[in-house]
C-alpha cells in the first residue's frame, strides 16, 4: 500500500496542499513494515491537482495534519482514504503508529 504524507523539512506538513514534498511511503500492511519512502515534489497546489497526480502515484490513503473538505471528497472520487487531524512527526513514525493501529487523529487543522 502506498500512503502520502505532505512534508515541510522532513517533517508532517499541517496544511498538505502547502507543502514542500510528498513523502510517497511503501507499505507491507500485513506485516506491518515500510518498505520504502521516497520523496516527491508535488505539482503546483490547484484545485483537483493534487487528487489526480497522488492517484497517479498509485496512493491510497493521504495522511494530513489538515485538509479541507472539499479536499477530501476529492480524493474519495479517485479512491484514496484521508486521515487528518495528525499532530506530527516524520513520515516513517506516523506510518509506522498507522500500520499498528496507534496513530491518533485529532481535529483537522484546515479550516476550509
Same mark, same amino acid.
Given at each position: 500500500?502506498?500512503?502520502?504524507?505532505?512534508?515541510?523539512?522532513?517533517?508532517?506538513?499541517?496544511?498538505?496542499?502547502?507543502?514542500?514534498?510528498?513523502?510517497?511511503? $511503501?507499505? $507491507?500492511?500485513?506485516?506491518?513494515?515500510?518498505?520504502?519512502?521516497?520523496?516527491?515534489?508535488?505539482?503546483?497546489?490547484?484545485?483537483?491537482?493534487?487528487?489526480?497526480?497522488?492517484?497517479?502515484?498509485?496512493?491510497?490513503?493521504?495522511?494530513?495534519?489538515?485538509?479541507?473538505?472539499?479536499?477530501?471528497?476529492?480524493?474519495?472520487?479517485?479512491?484514496? $482514504?484521508?486521515?487528518?487531524?495528525?499532530?506530527?512527526?516524520?513520515?516513517?513514525?506516523?506510518?509506522?503508529?498507522?500500520?499498528?493501529?496507534?496513530?491518533?487523529?485529532?481535529?483537522?487543522?484546515? $479550516?476550509?
Amino acid at each position: 500500500m502506498k500512503i502520502a504524507v505532505p512534508t515541510n523539512a522532513g517533517t508532517l506538513s499541517m496544511h498538505f496542499g502547502h507543502c514542500e514534498k510528498f513523502a510517497i511511503v $511503501d507499505a $507491507d500492511v500485513e506485516k506491518k513494515e515500510i518498505m520504502n519512502t521516497e520523496y516527491i515534489e508535488p505539482p503546483a497546489h490547484e484545485p483537483g491537482a493534487l487528487p489526480k497526480w497522488l492517484s497517479a502515484q498509485n496512493v491510497k490513503i493521504v495522511i494530513a495534519g489538515g485538509m479541507g473538505s472539499r479536499a477530501q471528497q476529492l480524493f474519495s472520487q479517485f479512491g484514496i $482514504d484521508s486521515l487528518v487531524g495528525v499532530p506530527g512527526g516524520s513520515p516513517e513514525e506516523i506510518v509506522k503508529a498507522y500500520l499498528n493501529g496507534e496513530l491518533e487523529a485529532g481535529n483537522n487543522v484546515c $479550516d476550509h
